[in-house]
């Protein structure tokens, strides 16, 4: 089945610094990426999604890079503030299968 | 806004009692999912209706059910509660043109 990744349990920043996040992923048949924030006590935002027939796609602030090669997918977030601070999760769901795996998720610690 | 809406928000069971929790979405949401949340954790798949049928099932044992009605509301029942079910229950939606797959604020549930 799916595993899914993430490099680093907790990642800290000062505000106004880019963060990249990090996620590995092992199935090849993996068709759909989405990032999700999720604040404490409340349920995953969609922060941004990416297809399989794309290596990049920007946001509002924010970048998701996919590296099907090494299965290794990142989001990046520019000018850094306090509001990003989180748990980010990576998802990925593969093709015929509707459901979402998740990793294990990285904290975001924004300093000021 | 999601277009997601669960209840109850919190909820204490005893171990062995039944619980039922809930969700609705906007009308067009065909597929709901329901995820498992332990605190520290990703969230896992528990099953998934697409027009009213079960279309694909996780690791979760049978007391887990569920049950999604014409209107787009879905219900989560699980019987026996243990205390391992302790946890934050998601509802998940995914429109009828695979749009991307948004999430409820959750229902926490405690089982003592």
């Known amino acids: 089945g799916e595993s899914v990744g993430l490099h680093l349990p907790t990642l800290s920043v000062q505000e106004g610094d880019n963060s990249i996040i990090n996620c590995a992923y092992s199935?090849?048949?993996?068709?759909?990426f989405i990032w999700y924030k999720q604040e404490s006590g409340k349920g995953p935002q969609f922060i941004i999604d990416i297809r399989s027939n794309m290596d990049k796609r920007q946001g509002q602030r924010v970048t998701v890079l996919l590296n099907k090669t090494v299965k290794h997918l990142s989001l990046q977030i520019a000018a850094t503030q306090p509001g990003d601070s989180a748990v980010y999760f990576c998802?990925?769901?593969?093709?015929?299968?509707?459901?979402?795996?998740f990793g294990s998720g990285t904290r975001l610690q924004v300093q000021p | 806004e999601t277009g997601v809406t669960q209840s109850p928000t919190h909820l204490i069971k005893t171990r062995g009692q039944q619980v039922t929790l809930r969700c609705s979405s906007q009308s067009g949401h065909n597929t709901v999912s329901w995820y498992q949340q332990a605190l520290g954790q990703g969230p896992q798949f528990i099953f998934q209706?697409?027009?009213?049928?079960?279309?694909g099932r996780g690791n979760f044992p049978p007391r887990f059910s569920g049950l999604q009605f014409p209107n787009y509301s879905s219900e989560l029942n699980v019987n026996a509660l243990e205390l391992d079910d302790s946890a934050l229950y998601l509802c998940a939606a995914e429109g009828a043109s695979g749009n991307t797959i948004y999430f409820g604020e959750g229902s926490w549930l405690t089982v003592v």
């Open positions: 209706y697409y027009r009213e049928e079960e279309n």
């Open positions: 998802a990925v769901i593969d093709t015929g299968r509707r459901a979402l795996t």
């Open positions: 199935n090849s048949a993996s068709d759909y």
